[in-house]
């Protein structure tokens, strides 16, 4: 199959330019398409035959379930059975934007759709492009991370094209996504919220809207292999790149915005010196006020200056696809600040990394 490429100018776009894309969609084919959070790979939700090409084009597991995105409040309603009062309120703060909810699934919903489960993921993007794109193809859009499985998710329309080129239809191209990191996602199916996984609408967020907010024990680290974890894709090792990938954190430093972490980057320093003696090719995945400090023969990547969560974010998913072609067998990283939106950070950098972390 021929992938063909639009380009889109998300400040200045006319519905034309997507026509041809929503067609695809609605005839079951495959688009990739930006949203706010990381590109998605769309489907028709609706539509078993188009959900299942996803699962093949990405070499994905078939009961790992997919989110429905939506463009508007009434194309929620033939999708599910009933709205708790905690996700309305959660719908009304955070909609559209980065954040997903597990609700009861109507019967309308394919189990080719949600993995087999009875609840399904609805998330109403806010990027103009995705929100215009669902609109247009007039079908509720499945669409999960348009990244081949395992890899990190795309946060370009060139991470895309890597990992999808002759496999669907069409890549959407509106430019380099503003989070970097995939949507939160809460389950609002129950009497208290538990959030699934951490992403741009917060912890702090989700209880300053609702109060109580549980947290799922996937998020915090590895579940026993007899454990179903609620978010079945929590369960695979996700956004692992190729290198072995080794987190360096220095004891007490978990949370708030601390000083320049000292001991973690003489640490690194010292293990990257005897690793390069030792003929490896070695990565360092560090900040802006860190970056000279390391030794030169080193592939060193800064994801930006310390105290912008946003700009670490948004590049972490670039970094270790660049560290993939770079072709470097061990990545040294160091630790970020588990508030806000440090905990999606530090949520996808030990995932990376196999909850491989050294403490110093
Ligand atoms: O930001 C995002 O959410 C991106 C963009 C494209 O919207 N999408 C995304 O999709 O990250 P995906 O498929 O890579 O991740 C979806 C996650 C998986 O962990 C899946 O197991 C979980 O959502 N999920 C989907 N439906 C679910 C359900 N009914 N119950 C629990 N977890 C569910
Ligand atoms: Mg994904």
Redesign the pocket.
């Known amino acids: 199959m021929k992938t063909k490429i639009v380009i889109i100018d998300k400040a200045s776009f006319q519905d034309e330019e997507l026509w041809e894309a929503a067609k695809i969609l609605r005839s079951g084919g495959l688009v990739a398409f930006p949203?706010e959070?990381?590109?998605?790979l769309g489907a028709n939700a609706l539509d078993e035959e188009a959900a299942a090409k996803i699962y093949g084009a990405k070499g994905r597991p078939s009961d790992?379930?997919?989110?429905a995105?939506i463009s508007a409040m009434e194309e929620l309603l033939p999708l599910v059975t009933e709205i708790s009062q905690a996700g309305r309120r959660l719908m009304e703060a955070y909609w559209p934007g980065?954040l997903?909810l597990?609700l009861p699934k109507s019967s309308m919903v394919p189990f080719k759709t949600?993995g087999g489960?009875s609840?399904?993921?609805v998330?109403m993007?806010g990027d103009p492009v995705a929100n215009r794109l669902i609109k247009l193809a007039g079908v509720p859009i499945a669409?999960?991370?348009a990244n081949a499985s395992g890899r990190p998710?795309p946060t370009t329309a060139e991470h895309v094209y890597q990992d999808m080129d002759g496999k669907i239809e069409m890549i959407v191209d509106g430019g380099p996504v503003g989070i970097g990191v995939?949507?939160t996602?809460v389950?609002v199916t129950g009497p208290v919220p538990i959030m699934?996984?951490p992403g741009a609408v917060t912890l702090e967020m989700l209880k300053s809207t609702v109060g109580q907010v549980e947290m799922d024990p996937a998020i915090a680290g590895p579940v026993a292999a007899d454990v179903k974890p609620?978010?079945?894709?929590?369960k695979y090792r996700h956004y692992a790149p190729k290198a072995e990938l080794v987190l360096v954190e220095e004891e007490g430093s978990g949370q708030g915005q601390g000083e320049v972490s000292l001991k973690a980057v003489e640490a690194i320093r010292a293990m990257t010196l005897d690793q390069l003696s030792r003929g490896r090719k070695v990565g360092i995945i560090c900040t802006d006020e860190t970056k000279g400090r390391y030794p030169k023969e080193a592939e060193i990547r800064s994801l930006g200056p310390k105290d912008s969560q946003e700009a670490i974010a948004r590049n972490l998913f670039g970094v270790l696809r660049e560290f993939d072609s770079l072709e470097v067998t061990l990545i040294y990283s160091e630790s970020f600040p588990k508030d806000h939106l440090g905990q999606a950070i530090m949520n996808r950098l030990t995932k990376a990394a196999g909850y491989h972390i050294i403490k110093v």
Not at 37 to 40: E, N
Not at 64 to 67: G, K, S, V
Not at 230 to 234: N, V
């Open positions: 949203t959070t990381v590109y998605g790992n379930p997919l989110i995105h980065p997903t597990i949600t489960l609840t399904v993921a998330r993007p669409a999960p991370s998710s995939e949507s996602i389950d699934l996984r609620k978010a079945p894709g929590m």
